[in-house]
């Protein structure tokens, strides 16, 4: 029974990752999710008018969500129970204008985004996803939708040279330049002529059209991004060339997500890091808050938050470093009382579990783990630990953390980095110093970190979808039994 609920969990994350190639179908597939489940979404441009008992969420920029449970017993000034993690992960994004022709290929230009190993990108199948302005006219009025795009078969790659032409590899190392031998091709010129599919006669005109009394060159993209581009979109999404206003489109593997190894207890993908933990907390919470009955006691708000550009700092309008989950804790308490004076308290009552994936022990590379911090495998949840803040985990915060484990009979471990290597980050520290929250750093351990193929183990998903719920239906209880600042 046990063994068949844990790939029921792991069979639901293949089917997430694989609508997720980007944060803006990562916050999409959220949405259907909670949406099917009786979330409604509010809207942060309009007042909210919450209740007890109910449950919401709302997205900034379509790459950030934060969902979240009003407990029946909730009052303003009662604290707020919170998973949270991100969206986005490594990866190549098109430039502001793409269109490279060299050596008789046509090339797509693009920009490292975070952290990557970027060695891995090459030699793989890849195509294009992410988001389009588009232009509507409709009785004479023109107004701009947002679309989400994918093209599902592989269009790009990224070849590798012979090692006839670089002897030295194996014994230098593969050294990569990102700007100029990381570009993706896309066609040959002379295909591309034959088939009459590409214009390489320059610059073409814009087309002008009149917004609010100013001209606008919405043409103008026809000259920055290659026409074969254009038209995949283009006819992916149903509309003419000419409508499509500007983009933000990054490159993806084609490769589905899937459970694997010999004995199928591992999960091959992209973007574990962090959609793992995005699918875990949200199902976590769904299940948590799925019938009238498990918000009946709740005084609190159950919440997930996932942030978008952890990858590269936070530091964004929707990345965890901006005020939005202040705002949404100043806002659902604020519905229930304007008393300025009772979000202080709340904060001060609540807690947050941030939860982004760990290192696991490396078969092959055991010396890069302290010996008394080796996370495995199959070994449950990593809370993680940094003398120097960069995580923000401390004693109050592990142990309550465990505590919830303990009484499930759900597996720990501890991570530290070695004291000779750099310490990566999470959104705990930004969050723990800008609101002022309690927090708790955690993950599942994982391989291939920042790969373009990564991997986990099956159970290690499900310890951390159980552990998760747990936190959401019994923090409220734990909590009132440790004092600190009294």
Not at 245 to 274: H, M, W, Y
Request: hydrophobic content about 40%; some cysteine.
């Amino acid at each position: 029974m046990q063994k068949m609920q844990e790939n029921s969990v792991a069979s639901e994350l293949i089917n997430f990752l694989n609508a997720s190639p980007t944060a803006f179908h990562a916050v999409e597939e959220a949405k259907r999710r909670l949406r099917n489940a009786g979330y409604e979404q509010v809207s942060e441009r309009q007042d909210w008018d919450l209740e007890a008992g109910k449950r919401y969420f709302f997205t900034r920029n379509h790459s950030t969500i934060v969902a979240f449970a009003v407990g029946n017993k909730f009052e303003a000034g009662n604290g707020f129970y919170i998973v949270g993690a991100h969206t986005d992960s490594p990866c190549l994004k098109l430039k502001p204008v793409s269109k490279v022709t060299k050596g008789g290929y046509l090339k797509v230009g693009v920009q490292t985004y975070g952290s990557g190993l970027w060695h891995t990108w090459f030699d793989r199948d890849l195509t294009v996803a992410g988001r389009v302005i588009v232009k509507e006219e409709k009785d004479g009025s023109v107004s701009y939708s947002h679309r989400l795009v994918r093209i599902e078969e592989p269009i790009l790659r990224v070849p590798t040279i012979a090692i006839h032409l670089d002897s030295n590899v194996n014994s230098d190392g593969f050294k990569v330049n990102t700007e100029t031998q990381l570009l993706p091709v896309l066609a040959t010129s002379i295909k591309t002529e034959l088939n009459k599919a590409v214009a390489e006669s320059g610059p073409v005109k814009s087309e002008e059209i009149q917004v609010d009394g100013k001209k606008s060159d919405i043409g103008m993209i026809k000259s920055k991004h290659h026409s074969l581009v254009l038209e995949m979109i283009a006819n992916q999404i149903g509309c003419k060339v000419d409508d499509i206003c500007d983009f933000e489109l990054q490159v993806c593997d084609t490769q589905p997500s899937v459970i694997a190894g010999a004995a199928k207890e591992f999960i091959f993908s992209g973007r574990l890091d962090n959609l793992c933990s995005s699918f875990c907390s949200l199902k976590a919470l769904i299940d948590a808050t799925s019938t009238e009955s498990d918000l009946k006691e709740e005084s609190g708000v159950r919440m997930v938050a996932l942030f978008d550009h952890e990858e590269v700092g936070s530091h964004s309008a929707q990345g965890a470093g901006s005020p939005v989950m202040l705002d949404a804790l100043s806002r659902i308490t604020s519905s229930f009382d304007s008393d300025s004076k009772l979000l202080p308290k709340a904060i001060q009552k609540s807690y947050l579990v941030s939860a982004d994936m760990a290192h696991a022990l490396h078969p092959n590379y055991m010396d890069k783990h302290e010996d008394n911090h080796q996370p495995k495998l199959h070994g449950g949840l990593v809370i993680k630990h940094n003398a120097n803040q960069r995580y923000a985990t401390n004693a109050v915060t592990s142990f309550l953390f465990r505590e919830i484990a303990t009484k499930h009979n759900l597996p720990t471990q501890d991570f530290v980095v070695r004291n000779d290597m750099v310490c990566g980050s999470t959104i705990g520290p930004i969050l723990a110093s800008g609101v002022g929250i309690r927090t708790v750093d955690v993950g599942a351990p994982q391989l291939s970190m920042h790969s373009i193929r990564e991997m986990c183990a099956v159970d290690d998903v499900m310890h951390t979808y159980e552990h998760f719920k747990a936190f959401f239906q019994e923090f409220s209880d734990l909590d009132a039994k440790i004092t600190v600042d009294m």
